[in-house]
């Protein structure tokens, strides 16, 4: 795995920016996959940014989130189709089309994760994964324990998220909140991903998972096993490497 650490966070955001527009500009029609969070808030914001000072082609582009939370409306701004709606796709005049999201509600979540791997493969498969780390090892929404030949599937969330999703959006504890996500074998398919992660708060799990055993206990580590996986991290989430 290629690791690539950059001095402080803005750097980071800059490349991991420019590792987007690289992949929209080498192939116009790619599939592109991206994660919310604190990770990639800003790096999302510059691409728009230097989208608005220079144009460039993104008809063709098809944006998709690694990952939707469920039994809770797409309006709710903390949903992962709000959230990149609004900081890249709409900024980049991507168009309705070529945002490929689950629904958020669903009477059969079993077909709607068939039918998000399949709108992935028609579209010609994913060209590149901007991948996210939660603070335990997660992926997407896979949580430590989830098999490896996972598939697309709901996901109970990691209990500290769902509880500050509760929190902003009132949801009563009786009632179930998940996470739809590509499954780890989905991510393994993929023709390239790029993990990312900056902060101190990183640094351990990142350590676990480039330099520990690739472990169940710890779903990020299976990417030492992906054929084509960089790694991209500020020198903070880089500090116990
Ligand atoms: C959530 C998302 C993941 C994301 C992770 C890290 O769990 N579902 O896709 O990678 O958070 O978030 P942050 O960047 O805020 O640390």
Not at 65 to 86: Q, W
């Amino acid at each position: 795995m290629k690791i690539t650490i950059t001095k402080n966070e803005q750097k980071f955001d800059q490349r991991a920016a420019w590792t987007i527009i690289g992949q929209m500009l080498s192939k116009p029609n790619s599939v592109i996959g991206l994660s919310t969070g604190e990770t990639t808030k800003n790096m999302h914001k510059i691409v728009s940014d230097i989208y608005k000072a220079n144009p460039f082609l993104t008809e063709e582009v098809r944006i998709f989130n690694v990952d939707e939370l469920t039994n809770l409306p797409r309006t709710y701004a903390g949903s992962c189709f709000s959230m990149i709606k609004t900081q890249i796709c709409d900024n980049l005049n991507i168009p309705e089309e070529h945002f490929i999201m689950p629904p958020t509600f669903s009477d059969d979540f079993e077909l709607e994760c068939r039918n998000f791997d399949e709108s992935l493969e028609k579209a010609g498969g994913v060209d590149l994964q901007m991948l996210g780390i939660g603070w335990n090892g997660h992926i997407g929404i896979n949580q430590p324990g989830t098999p490896f030949h996972s598939t697309t599937w709901v996901s109970p969330m990691d209990p500290i998220f769902e509880a500050r999703v509760r929190k902003e959006t009132g949801v009563d504890d009786n009632y179930p909140l998940g996470g739809l996500t590509l499954g780890i074998k989905s991510i393994m398919n993929m023709k390239k991903v790029v993990l990312i992660a900056k902060g101190k708060h990183k640094a351990e799990i990142i350590k676990k998972a480039l330099k520990g055993p690739v472990t169940t206990d710890i779903p990020a580590s299976v990417l030492q096993l992906h054929p084509n996986c960089e790694v991209l991290l500020d020198a903070d989430a880089a500090s116990m490497l």
